[in-house]
């Protein structure tokens, strides 16, 4: 990717993602963040990684966030009466916490080698060799990670049921 | 490289133009096929510059212009820039999902050979799903926009709808996945040019009839046609979450169902019945199973090709046309049980047995 579409896409994410926690509407945050993954998903094309693109897209950007406006509409949730004043501490934290991430960031940065990446294994990115690591090398955190979700899918159940 | 450019450009172009084209055929027999099944004449009123002649393709030519020329309406109430933004958000998804279907083999035209599929993308598949699932951003923004009870109560239910059936026809397609082993339709397309006992062309409905079956109800079911117009359903909720549309707007959403139809044909065909697939017809031309064989230009070859697919296309274009003509509405619960309770079992089955008989043949088939 060259600099100049690399600037533009990240102004247009970085404000998008923005406008997901500024906009009074949440509506319009549910909009925005759809925008937010979608250019994310750009970003990972750029990478090389065209399954995780898609699979952004399918998971994140088509089913989560569906649902999410799904749930505002069906609540009819408007833009709040009052909008909640955070107070000093809270401001003092997020912001305290924003710099210590940015300086994690800053020093990760500093340790990855200048210029000049390295060359793409073969194959690299491609939905073979990333579904083969995934059964072998990760076969085990990636099925405790389907078994939390179906605890968690059983647990909605029935949380829901038990109300009705 | 302005080669290189040149081509892809003119292979979306040509991807899209294809699409569009069927589509306007699709609205044809909608008027024609829907005169026939209820035994009467169809549109034949409309008369340009006084001539009425051509009947029916008169109307053809008139009605975009009419829904062009109407005045746009934005109500009052809503709101305004998603009430804009939502028909685009129905109608772009479907459009680009024309991008990654093959529409031929290879076309080898001055020394180089043109894979004829607008952007090769190896996991065209899932891109397919991806662009599935953000079109039901279009529908839900119509209905919550509009500021409208029926469009709200539309556009609710559209999102349940395509969401519940996106999960059977994803889960559909990882038969497809499992017989051919390859996310690339171009692959798929390519993979069923193979013959059985030498003379069966291997289309893909001989490996996944069950999966044929699933997504073909659940394509119809993310067209929000009827069986599947709860969303809109005019006798309950006026357009559903169209409702406040007119004009420019108004058409867009009729033309990404429709879009929608064709798509559904396109992949059908291209997963199913064999993509652009002639029997018997290699890249240098044909090889009958008792032995003849007649060579043939790349450039006839390649022709033969699309005028295959554009036909296969048709015909299953046509065919939701038809059933949409001969099924009446589903209740809502009825929908929802076909969706959870029928196809979704049947398809999860299918992916059991499809797996384990991939299992013991050793390979993909």
Not at chain 1, 50 to 79: C, D, P, R, S
Not at chain 2, 232 to 251: D, R
């Amino acid at each position: 990717m060259t600099a100049p579409v690399f600037l533009l896409l990240a102004v247009l994410v970085v404000a998008a993602a923005l406008t997901v926690v500024a906009h009074p509407s949440p509506v319009y945050s549910a909009c925005a963040l759809v925008v937010t993954l979608f250019l994310l998903s750009v970003f990972f094309v750029a990478l090389d990684a065209q399954l995780v693109a898609v699979l952004q897209v399918i998971v994140y950007a088509g089913a989560i966030v569906v649902l999410f406006l799904f749930v505002i509409m069906l609540l009819n949730l408007t833009q709040p009466e009052s909008r909640p004043t955070a107070g000093v501490p809270v401001v003092a934290v997020a912001v305290g916490g924003g710099i210590g991430i940015a300086a994690l960031v800053a020093a990760a940065l500093r340790r990855v080698p200048p210029a000049g990446a390295p060359a793409l294994p073969e194959g690299f990115g491609d939905t073979a060799a990333l579904a083969r690591r995934l059964f072998t090398a990760y076969v085990l955190p990636f099925e405790l990670t389907s078994v939390l979700l179906l605890v968690a899918i059983v647990g909605a159940v029935g949380l829901a049921s038990r109300k009705g | 490289m302005p080669a290189d450019v040149a081509i892809a450009t003119a292979k979306v172009l040509f991807a899209l133009f294809l699409a569009l084209q069927i589509m306007g055929l699709g609205v044809f027999f909608e008027r024609k096929v829907s005169a026939l099944i209820q035994d009467r004449i169809g549109a034949n009123r409309a008369a340009i510059f006084g001539f009425a002649g051509l009947g029916l393709v008169n109307t053809l030519i008139a009605d975009p212009i009419k829904f062009l020329l109407k005045e746009d309406i934005t109500p009052a109430q809503s709101d305004r820039l998603l009430h804009f933004i939502a028909p685009c958000a129905s109608l772009v998804p479907a459009l680009a999902t024309f991008a990654v279907v093959p529409f031929g083999d290879v076309l080898a035209l001055g020394g180089r050979l043109i894979n004829l599929q607008g952007a090769e993308l190896n996991v065209g598949l899932l891109f397919v799903l991806a662009m599935a699932s953000l079109g039901v951003y279009g529908v839900v923004l119509a209905g919550w926009a509009s500021n409208n009870r029926w469009s709200l109560l539309g556009g609710i239910r559209g999102s349940a709808q395509m969401i519940s059936y996106e999960v059977a026809m994803g889960l559909a397609l990882i038969g497809v996945v499992l017989t051919y082993n390859t996310l690339d339709l171009q692959e798929i397309a390519r993979a069923q040019g193979r013959l059985l006992w030498g003379w069966l062309p291997a289309w893909g409905i001989l490996y996944q009839p069950l999966a044929f079956v699933v997504f073909l109800v659940a394509g119809i079911a993310e067209s929000k046609r009827i069986p599947f117009d709860l969303p809109e359903s005019e006798s309950e909720l006026v357009s559903g979450y169209f409702t406040e549309y007119s004009g420019a707007k108004h058409l867009m959403f009729m033309m990404s169902d429709f879009v929608e139809v064709v798509l559904v044909a396109a992949l059908v065909t291209t997963l199913f019945f064999g993509g652009w697939q002639v029997p018997y017809l290699a890249r240098d031309g044909f090889h009958f199973p008792w032995g003849t064989a007649v060579a043939l230009p790349s450039l006839v070859v390649a022709l033969l090709q699309v005028t295959a697919f554009a036909l296969k296309v048709i015909a299953f274009t046509w065919l939701q046309i038809v059933i949409r003509w001969t099924l009446p509405r589903f209740r809502y619960d009825q929908l929802m049980r076909l969706g959870w309770k029928g196809l979704l079992p049947v398809s999860l089955a299918n992916v059991m047995v499809s797996a384990l008989l991939v299992l013991l043949a050793g390979r993909g088939a």
